[in-house]
C-alpha cells in the first residue's frame, strides 16, 4: 500500500504561481512513477503531468506545457507541481498518484491516489 497526501493548493490570481506537494508513506516510494490529474466541477478528471521513478523522464498534457514542472525528491518521499502563470481554467481539484509502470497518461494505470487539493485561480 502507498498513502499519498497533497498539499499547497489554495486560491490565487491568474498569472500567479502555486507549488504542490505530495508525500508519499508506504511502499518504496521510488518504485512508482508518479503523476498529477486535476478534475474542474462538471467536467472529468483529466491528466497534467508524470514522472518517471528516477525522475529521468516527464511527461505533461499539452494544457500545461512550459507552464507546469513536475519534480520528485526520492529521499523525501515527495512529488512537486510547481505551476506558474496560472490560468482561470487551471482551477480544479488536483489530485498525486502513482503507478508501478510508467504510462503516464493512463488514468487506470494509477494504482493508488490521494484526497487531492483545491486549486482556484481568480480572474
Known amino acids: 500500500q502507498v498513502q499519498l497526501v497533497e498539499s499547497g493548493g489554495g486560491l490565487v490570481q491568474a498569472g500567479g504561481s502555486l507549488r504542490l506537494s505530495c508525500a508519499a508513506s508506504?511502499?518504496?516510494?521510488?518504485?512508482?512513477?508518479m503523476g498529477w490529474f486535476r478534475q474542474a466541477p462538471g467536467k472529468e478528471r483529466e491528466f497534467v503531468a508524470a514522472?518517471?521513478?528516477?525522475?529521468?523522464?516527464?511527461y505533461y498534457a499539452d494544457s500545461v506545457k512550459g507552464r507546469f514542472t513536475i519534480s520528485r525528491d526520492n529521499a523525501k518521499n515527495t512529488v512537486y507541481l510547481q505551476m506558474n502563470s496560472l490560468k482561470p481554467e487551471d482551477t480544479a481539484v488536483y489530485y498525486c498518484?502513482?503507478?508501478?509502470?510508467?504510462?503516464?497518461?493512463?488514468?487506470?494505470?494509477?494504482?493508488?491516489w490521494g484526497q487531492g487539493t483545491q486549486v482556484t485561480v481568480s480572474s
Open positions: 514522472i518517471s521513478w528516477s525522475g529521468g523522464s516527464t
Open positions: 498518484a502513482a503507478e508501478a509502470n510508467y504510462q503516464p497518461n493512463l488514468m487506470r494505470e494509477y494504482d493508488y
Open positions: 508506504g511502499r518504496t516510494f521510488s518504485s512508482y512513477a
